[in-house]
């Protein structure tokens, strides 16, 4: 059964990084029938998708709009574990994060979820 | 900008069968669009429920099932018990850049 770890910051100031790490256990990074998200939840967002990457034969990295040019999802192999990096943060990107692994049409196995509060 | 509609709110009364649906505000919902749903508790992760339209996942009961009623992607509940009670998300594929969007989310009371 695959599990998911999340861990990172949990207060970012605005202007600056928030970056989370997933580490996976019961399956492999590099899997091809996976692709490894990141999604977020706040009550004036609701659930949002923010972005995947994953493995066919070449590694793939797709973004919302939402988020694109301040997001980055990079894999690490070598701990078989995925990152979230969302530059220049504001007040708007307080949310609780999850990363979650999608196999096909859904995502069946969820991080716990951080909360990330922006604020000075 | 793609907006994914759920009725904020449903009651059902205990073994009672409810009807939670899922729009489009660009147009009709079909298989294509590869509609998933799940269940929330309050502080609980999301548990996925049904896959690609009608797929339930591992260790769902089927009490559970999803359909396309109309042009809208539907989650059916038979014989609701009172652990059903949670937030219900829907989300799509709309592709485009965009892949996934949810729904705002359908609260359930069992009473």
């Known amino acids: 059964q695959v599990q998911l770890q999340q861990s990172g910051r949990g207060l970012v100031k605005p202007s600056q990084t928030l970056s989370l790490t997933c580490a996976i256990s019961?399956?492999?990074?590099?899997?091809?029938?996976?692709?490894w998200n990141w999604i977020r939840q706040s009550p004036s967002r609701g659930l949002e998708w923010l972005g995947r990457?994953?493995?066919?034969?070449?590694?793939?990295?797709e973004y919302s709009p939402s988020v694109r040019g301040r997001i980055t999802v990079n894999p690490d192999t070598s701990k078989n574990q995925f990152s979230l990096q969302l530059s220049s943060v504001t007040p708007e990107d307080t949310a609780v994060y999850y990363c979650?692994?999608?196999?096909?049409?859904?995502?069946?196995?969820w991080g716990q979820g951080t909360l990330v509060t922006v604020s000075s | 900008q793609t907006v994914v509609t759920q009725e904020p709110s449903l009651s059902v009364s205990p073994g009672g069968t409810v009807t939670l649906t899922c729009g489009l505000n660009s147009g009709s919902v079909s298989s294509g669009n590869y509609p998933s749903w799940y269940q929330q508790t309050p502080g609980q992760t999301p548990r996925a429920l049904i896959y690609t339209t009608n797929s339930r996942a591992s260790g769902v009961p089927d009490r559970f099932s999803g359909s396309i009623l109309g042009n809208k992607a539907a989650l059916t509940v038979t014989g609701a018990q009172a652990d059903d009670e949670s937030d219900y998300y829907c989300?799509?594929?709309?592709?485009?850049?965009?892949?996934?969007?949810f729904g705002g989310g359908t609260k359930l009371t069992v009473l």
């Open positions: 979650a692994r999608g196999v096909g049409a859904l995502f069946d196995s």
């Open positions: 990457t994953y493995f066919r034969s070449k590694w793939f990295n």
């Open positions: 989300a799509l594929y709309v592709g485009g850049g965009v892949h996934w969007v």
């Open positions: 019961g399956d492999s990074l590099a899997s091809h029938t996976a692709a």
